[in-house]
């Protein structure tokens, strides 16, 4: 995707997930890995809501207002179980890293407070969920068609997989808004489309 300037109005969002068995195989570098919650197994987490422009690309960095801790500590527990750094422990300093980053570089283009920004990504993150074909795929596989189809279709859906194409990794949606709030799932941009990186027919769900 493309970076574009940032006087453009970002005009549709992304909401990007992570799958945070798949980011634990293979690697001892990320602390939250070895006692991750239950819930991190069966549902996709958060990686962030993203300002972008229906045309192709998105804003970045829109404003210099820093992150504030509070905010994050205000929302409390649903930070830790649904947006999770997952590179560090819950009680490590750099935890909160991973907000500061998704409120610096994409949270400052939404024109929404930085409670706002994180409410409203939660929201739509509880309100859309984790597909049912994904939870009960969980230590098997998933026909890559049906998994699209679970998110309304290939056209709807970025899918996004590591190693040789068929590990699950992460998804990406897109939404119309209405005054800055997410509002109805649209098709993606083709440039966001052209993201999908799982290109086998079976996509293996990892577990922990």
């Not at 293979?26 to 972008?52: E, R, V």
């Not at 929404?112 to 074909?133: A, H, I, M, R, W």
Request: include cysteine; proline fraction near 5%.
């Amino acid at each position: 995707m493309n970076n574009f300037n940032n006087n453009q109005t970002a005009d549709i969002y992304l909401l990007a997930y992570f799958w945070e068995p798949e980011s634990c195989q293979g690697t001892s570098k990320y602390a939250g890995c070895d006692n991750p919650m239950p819930y991190w197994g069966f549902h996709f987490t958060i990686h962030g809501l993203w300002p972008q422009y229906s045309s192709g690309g998105y804003p970045t960095f829109c404003t210099n207002e820093a992150y504030n801790s509070e905010v994050t500590t205000k929302i409390g527990s649903d930070m830790l179980k649904y947006w999770p750094n997952i590179q560090y422990t819950f009680n490590d300093p750099l935890y909160t890293s991973f907000w500061e980053h998704e409120w610096s570089k994409h949270g400052t283009c939404t024109g929404l407070t930085q409670e706002d920004y994180f409410q409203t990504t939660l929201s739509l993150y509880q309100k859309f969920g984790t597909p049912l074909s994904v939870t009960t795929a969980v230590g098997s596989t998933i026909s890559a068609t049906k998994l699209r189809n679970s998110f309304g279709g290939s056209k709807y859906v970025s899918l996004q997989c590591d190693q040789d194409g068929s590990y699950l990794s992460g998804v990406y949606t897109c939404w119309s808004f209405v005054n800055k709030i997410p509002s109805n799932q649209i098709q993606c941009p083709e440039d966001v489309q052209a993201e999908d990186t799982c290109s086998a027919s079976a996509i293996k769900v990892t577990s922990f």
